[in-house]
């Protein structure tokens, strides 16, 4: 019997430990993609930057706006489907990156607490710039984290690989157009 109770009582205090970790905040999450593209730096910035017309590039997203301001302080409305919120620029250095951070209280229709993107751009080449996009997200609680992680990782990847590939086929025609045109 002492021997029940012994396991009993080890396995209550194991299960009431678990579930205090279970419900406290997640860690930060960083998630990045990048590509080099055959383009000069600021023919990528020009389409890049052009943030009100994001859900052209991100398909995810059925409506993109600017809602007031311009660069740092900038305020984009955005929606998918029937879920709307609002995003407020907090970066904005010309010709190089830029941030938002998501209103995550208000119609974002993803379980975060946190969840902030980072578009920023490096010359490699003359004709040879990477483009990085970067998301940072925090679940609000630890067992989100546990079982949500890996499927948003996948999610991202997605993504970031359809906008990267959009925008660069737009950077591209770009590209060619003004080359074309200079000859």
Known sequence: MKKTKKIL???SVFLVALLILAFTPSKKEIHQNEKVIEAP???VWEVISDVGNYNKYATSLTEVKIVSGKGKGMVRS???GDDKWTEICSNWDEGKSYSFNVNTGEGF???FKIFNGTWSIE???KNKTKLIVRFEYQFPQRWMQWFFSRDTHI?????NTVLIDNWEKKILENYKFLSHKSK
């Open 41 to 43: 730096k600021d023919i």
């Open 109 to 111: 229709p993803y379980p």
């Open 78 to 80: 955005c929606a998918h």
């Open 9 to 11: 009582l080890i396995s």
């Open 123 to 125: 010359e490699k080449t």
């Open 155 to 159: 999610a991202l990847d997605e993504g």
